[in-house]
């Protein structure tokens, strides 16, 4: 109940602010500066509003999601969920950026790629934490067993000596990773959606200057969306490396080299904290956008 | 850098949208503005920067493909055919003296003397 309450709380807060914007910053007058690209106030604070109110609902939602969810299978999908409503409101900003009107319209010959766009240290960050964690749960669903209830694929389970079980719960097994597979697909098929909605709505105009706005905008786009996969991707692969190097690390019977695969889930884990605050300023300040190529002809 | 090729589409034109984003590819393919290979604009990229429906521009290039300018391939895009005919060196000559016989004609419509016509060129070129 207490997480509905959040959630309808975010979405209204963020629903209020999407609005606003748009009344407000619709018809906003002049240029504001983004990566030293002078853009149309309209469509720079439009596009930030609908981010921002993104950023707010999957606050609220990741919130509401943490405390839903039977045995923490909530704060595992918290960050998903965070980043499908971050996507969906960078979508909805880029979908309200409209062409120059008029009888005369004109654009340029030329083929606009989604790696054109993307920051390319993140975005490779970003691909290697999605593998590790593909591979991560691949290995503990394979590895996991039933509980004491026979709720499969949630505890960890080792066989000490003829006869002598040990057991060690919650472990990431097909109980986490099935939902969490399917959400962070879910997400990364968004992010890629999203992508294309960036690449693909209309320029502001033709000349030099307006690409160079244009292309800025595009790219704090970008960058806001692979953030967002970073966070949908870093968060769960922080709970899997600590709860699996946690099992690792308890179960008193295990082999030597147990220790040295827990020890290194909690560096991977220090790594995916580290993305995860790359990421959160990313989306913060999504403005300070890497350099890329100009689109191809 | 070169710099990219414009297509400009006049909606109060009398002549249909599909037909003058037709006319100009084809010029830039036939001027080697575009060189074969070159892939074109997306369909729905084009068709949304240009305000216009997917179907307009995809007529364009179907035009385009069955006077054997541009190939499309499924996957790949639509490319400028390697056999695309281009201009000879009279062709362009004479297309280049027609496009300035229309703009001298318009800006004398306009009421423009001749020093006013050559600096509106120079003023073009310079931009």
Do not use: K
């Not at chain 2, 305000?51 to 190939?71: D, I, N, P």
């Not at chain 2, 001298?104 to 600096?119: N, R």
């Amino acid at each position: 109940m207490e997480g509905v309450l959040v959630l309808v709380t975010g979405a209204c807060l963020a629903t209020v602010v999407a609005v606003a914007a748009w009344l407000v910053h619709a018809r906003s007058p002049g240029t504001v500066t983004v990566r030293g690209a002078a853009v149309p106030a309209a469509a720079a604070r439009r596009t930030a509003s609908f981010r921002l109110a993104g950023v707010i609902a999957g606050l609220a939602a990741g919130a509401a999601a943490a405390g839903q969810g039977a045995l923490g299978r909530g704060p595992l999908l918290a960050g998903p969920v965070f980043g499908l409503c971050v996507l969906a409101g960078v979508a909805a900003g880029e979908i309200s950026v409209r062409p120059a009107a008029g009888p005369t319209r004109t654009a340029a010959v030329e083929v606009r790629r989604v790696r054109d766009y993307l920051p390319r240290g993140l975005a490779a960050a970003v691909t290697a934490a999605a593998a590790v964690l593909a591979a991560l749960i691949a290995v503990t669903t394979v590895t996991a067993g039933p509980d004491d209830l026979g709720r499969a694929g949630r505890v960890l389970l080792l066989s000490c000596q003829a006869g002598l079980q040990q057991t060690y719960g919650p472990w990431p097994g097909s109980f986490y990773s099935v939902p969490l597979a399917a959400v962070v697909a879910a997400g990364l098929i968004a992010g890629g959606g999203a992508l294309r909605v960036v690449i693909r709505r209309a320029r502001t105009g033709a000349d030099a200057a307006a690409v160079a706005a244009d292309d800025a905008l595009r790219r704090r786009a970008a960058r806001t969306i692979t953030g967002a996969c970073g966070i949908l991707v870093a968060l769960p692969l922080a709970g899997v490396c600590l709860v699996s190097a946690g099992a690792l690390l308890s179960i008193s019977c295990h082999p030597a080299w147990w220790t040295y695969a827990g020890w290194a889930l909690l560096a991977l884990l220090i790594s995916a904290v580290a993305l995860m605050g790359w990421c959160a300023a990313v989306l913060l300040a999504p403005a300070r956008a890497a350099t890329a190529a100009p689109p191809a002809r | 850098m070169t710099a990219r090729p414009l297509l400009t589409v006049d909606t109060g034109n009398p002549t249909p949208p599909y037909e003058q984003l037709r006319r100009q590819l084809a010029e830039l393919i036939q001027s080697a503005a575009l060189a074969p290979g070159d892939r074109l604009p997306p369909l729905r990229q084009l068709a949304a920067d240009l305000g216009l429906a997917v179907g307009t521009v995809a007529r364009a290039y179907r035009e385009l493909e069955s006077a054997g300018l541009v190939s499309s391939r499924r996957g790949g895009g639509t490319r400028v055919s390697a056999t695309a005919p281009s201009l000879s060196d009279s062709e362009r000559q004479q297309l280049l003296r027609s496009h300035a016989r229309t703009f001298v004609q318009q800006a004398t419509l306009l009421g423009a003397d001749e020093q006013q016509i050559l600096d509106t060129i120079a003023q073009a070129l310079a931009t």
